[in-house]
């Protein structure tokens, strides 16, 4: 099934086939950080980075990278599983690992069918949404409010810089 091994170019080779590469970002925020000079600093925020060697790593048989940057307030944020059947759900996001489809699920519980959005295939496709949720920590309740983004592509040569040094061929932001 999946497993993780940290992400280096240098120890692990890449198989013989293309690579899926799967960049999320995460930007987290409380109530208290929506004033406009928070909103302001959180725009100015990349979309992309360089994938890191801290932050990546691969799963399905070294057949794809999930490099995730960004904040994580609950050290938990991330989820993912791979199914026999070559679907890799990530986060709100379904990519099909045969063909190189990629859909959006919503949230988990979501009776709406997964909206198809683009083949990751050769081609960098981004994703955006926003959202908050209810956290209990310290005996009291407060809403911790996220910006996701979700950069994707299938390649046959993995590039730390491939989502940098490229402009995505289509953005899906607004997601709901």
């Not at 994938?51 to 960004?70: N, V």
């Not at 904040?71 to 199914?83: P, Q, T």
């Not at 949404?129 to 310290?138: D, I, K, L, S």
């Amino acid at each position: 099934m999946a497993y993780n091994k940290q992400f280096s170019m240098q120890h692990h080779p890449l198989p013989p086939m293309s690579i899926v590469i799967v960049q999320i970002i995460i930007q987290q925020w409380d109530k208290s950080q929506r004033e406009p000079h928070h909103v302001e600093a959180r725009t100015k925020l990349p979309n992309t980075r360089v994938l890191g060697r801290d932050t990546s790593f691969y799963i399905c048989d070294q057949h794809c990278i999930i490099d995730k940057q960004g904040d994580d307030v609950l050290g938990n944020r991330l989820s993912y599983k791979y199914s026999d059947d070559n679907l890799l759900q990530i986060d709100r996001f379904n990519i099909d690992l045969s063909t190189t489809m990629i859909a959006y699920t919503g949230q988990e519980n979501s009776v709406r069918p997964a909206q198809i959005l683009a083949s990751i295939d050769n081609n960098f496709i981004q994703c955006q949404y926003q959202w908050r949720y209810r956290v209990f920590e310290g005996g009291f309740y407060y809403w911790l409010y996220e910006l996701v983004t979700i950069n994707a592509i299938s390649v046959d040569t993995l590039q730390e810089t491939i989502f940098v040094q490229n402009k995505p061929k289509q953005v899906f932001d607004n997601l709901a």
